[in-house]
C-alpha cells in the first residue's frame, strides 16, 4: 500500500526544467577567407622579423670630406647583427689622418655610436653621409670623446644640420653639437652615461665656444635611466 501511495506521489509531483547545453554562438562575421590572411612574415617570430627588417636596410654611401676616401656599406647583416666588416670600413673612414705624410692611424670606434649615425640617416632617408671628423689621436689635446672613438661629426647629405640635431636629441645617453658658422654646420654625435647638448657658432679652429643647449635636466635622466639597446636601432 504504502509503494502505491509513493508511485502515485511520484507521477503527479513537478519536474524540473530541462536542462539544456547552449548552443555555440555564430560568428558575427564570416571566417576569413586565405586570401585575406596576413603575410607570413606577421606570423616569423619577433627577433626573426626583426632581424629580417634591418637586413633590409638600404646601404649608405658615406665618405671623409678631408681624405676624400668614400665607402657603400651596410651596417647589419643578414641574420641582422652589426656586420664587423662594415663596421671596421667605418673605423678606416673615420680615422686620423691629420698628420701630413704619416698613414692614417685607425681606432675601434665604439659599435654604438656607428648604429646612432646610421640610425639618423635612416630616420630622414639620408643615402649619403659627409664625416667630417672621428678619430682624433690625442696629443696636445686630450681630444675629448673623439680621442676615445666615442663621437663623429658629420653632416646628412640633403638635410639640415639642426634638424638633425633637434632628432639626436631625442635618444638616451648621447652628447649632440650644433655646428652653425657657415663654414661648419655639422653635427657632433657623441655616446655617454650622461646626454649633454649644446650649440656651437664660432668658426673651425676655435676650441671651445659652445653654450649648453637649453634642457630639461629632470627629462634627460628619465629617457637616459630606461635607456635599452633596442634605443641604438633603427625605427
Known amino acids: 500500500m504504502l509503494v502505491l501511495l509513493f508511485a502515485s506521489l511520484l507521477a503527479f509531483a513537478p519536474r524540473p526544467p530541462p536542462h539544456t547545453i547552449p548552443l555555440l554562438s555564430s560568428p558575427s562575421e564570416p ?117 676615445k672613438a666615442k663621437a663623429v661629426d658629420f653632416r646628412l647629405v640633403g638635410v639640415d644640420a639642426p634638424e638633425v640635431a633637434a632628432y639626436l636629441r631625442t635618444l638616451p645617453r648621447v652628447g649632440v653639437g650644433l655646428y652653425t658658422h657657415p663654414r661648419t654646420r655639422w653635427v657632433h654625435l657623441d655616446v655617454r652615461e650622461r646626454s649633454y647638448h649644446w650649440v656651437d657658432g664660432t668658426p673651425p679652429g676655435r676650441l671651445w665656444g659652445a653654450a649648453q643647449w637649453p634642457m630639461d635636466y629632470r627629462a634627460l635622466e628619465e629617457r637616459d635611466a630606461a635607456y635599452q639597446e633596442g634605443d641604438d636601432l633603427p625605427e
Open 31 to 147: 571566417p576569413r577567407s586565405l586570401p585575406d590572411l596576413d603575410p607570413p612574415s606577421s606570423l616569423l617570430p619577433l627577433h626573426f622579423a626583426a632581424a629580417s627588417s634591418l637586413a633590409s636596410l638600404p646601404p649608405l654611401r658615406l665618405w671623409n670630406v678631408h681624405t676624400r676616401a668614400e665607402a657603400t656599406l651596410r651596417l647589419y647583416g643578414a641574420d641582422g647583427a652589426l656586420d664587423e666588416d662594415a663596421a671596421a670600413g667605418l673605423d678606416r673612414l673615420l680615422s686620423d689622418a691629420r698628420r701630413a705624410g704619416k698613414p692614417p692611424e685607425v681606432a675601434r670606434m665604439d659599435r654604438r655610436l656607428l648604429r646612432l649615425l646610421f640610425r639618423a640617416a635612416y630616420h630622414f632617408g639620408a643615402r649619403e653621409v659627409e664625416l667630417v671628423s672621428g678619430y682624433r689621436r690625442p696629443w696636445r689635446r686630450a681630444e675629448g670623446l673623439h680621442g
